[in-house]
T-cell receptor
Framework: ETGVTQTPRHLVMGMTNKKSLKCEQH?????MYWYKQSAKKPLELMFVYNFKEQTENNSVPSRFSPECPNSSHLFLHLHTLQPEDSALYLC?????????????FGSGTRLTVV | AQSVTQLDSHVSVSEGTPVLLRCNYSSSYSPSLFWYVQHPNKGLQFLLK??????LVKGINGFEAEFKKSETSFHLTKPSAHMSDAAEYFC?????????????FGKGTHLTIQP
């Protein structure tokens, strides 16, 4: 385990469903991130949370809704997704003050939209 | 804007032979560069980083990378491949446009090790 735990590991959902992805880190980091990894494409940064405040939204459609209730937990709420949203969603955390050295990634949630 | 280009989508080497994974970057400023590895069904694992302290960087599992500013390259090497090195490797640049050190990833190089 890396210290960043993502659940569930796999998720299959219909286009009308509502589901949530969860990320939890036990590293004492103060920044958390959602990345999307699609087949044959580079990892895409989706959202950044710095000290629980969202600092970046990389033009992500509103059907993805992040939530960061505290510095240890990050959620990605999903609703009315499209088949092209099927991908591996990775959560990461870091300690902002020490720079980009401490990025730690979770194992990801493999999402399939049917 | 900053970007990275991984020149090979697939690399195959024999066990015990050297590994070379190529990466070129584009950056307006002195970049921070990284290599990450992703084994099947696992998350991304940090291998090494360059942040201007030394041009030759040593990482975990015998990997190292050399920063060459004149060539805008940051190639990853290992003298002798092991079967456990088979994985996807990502070259990454720190994106200074992000408020909290977001990373920009290359498309990845799939490394296969032949017995």
């Amino acid at each position: 385990e890396t210290g960043v735990t993502q659940t569930p590991r796999h998720l299959v959902m219909g286009m009308t469903n509502k589901k949530s992805l969860k990320c939890e880190q036990h590293l004492g980091h103060n920044a958390m991130y959602w990345y999307k990894q699609s087949a044959k494409k580079p990892l895409e940064l989706m959202f950044v949370y710095n000290f629980k405040e969202q600092t970046e939204n990389n033009s992500v459609p509103s059907r993805f809704s992040p939530e960061c209730p505290n510095s240890s937990h990050l959620f990605l709420h999903l609703h009315t997704l499209q088949p092209e949203d099927s991908a591996l969603y990775l959560c990461a955390s870091s300690q902002v003050e020490t720079g980009p050295y401490g990025y730690t990634f979770g194992s990801g949630t493999r999402l399939t939209v049917v | 804007a900053q970007s990275v280009t991984q020149l090979d989508s697939h690399v195959s080497v024999s066990e015990g032979t050297p590994v070379l994974l190529r990466c070129n970057y584009s950056s307006s400023y002195s970049p921070s560069l990284f290599w990450y590895v992703q084994h099947p069904n696992k998350g991304l694992q940090f291998l090494l980083k360059y942040t201007s302290a030394a041009t030759l960087v040593k990482g975990i599992n015998g990997f190292e990378a050399e920063f060459k500013k004149s060539e805008t390259s940051f190639h990853l090497t290992k003298p002798s491949a092991h079967m456990s090195d088979a994985a996807e490797y990502f070259c990454v640049v720190r994106s200074t446009s992000w408020g909290a050190d977001g990373l920009t990833f290359g498309k990845g190089t799939h490394l296969t090790i032949q017995p």
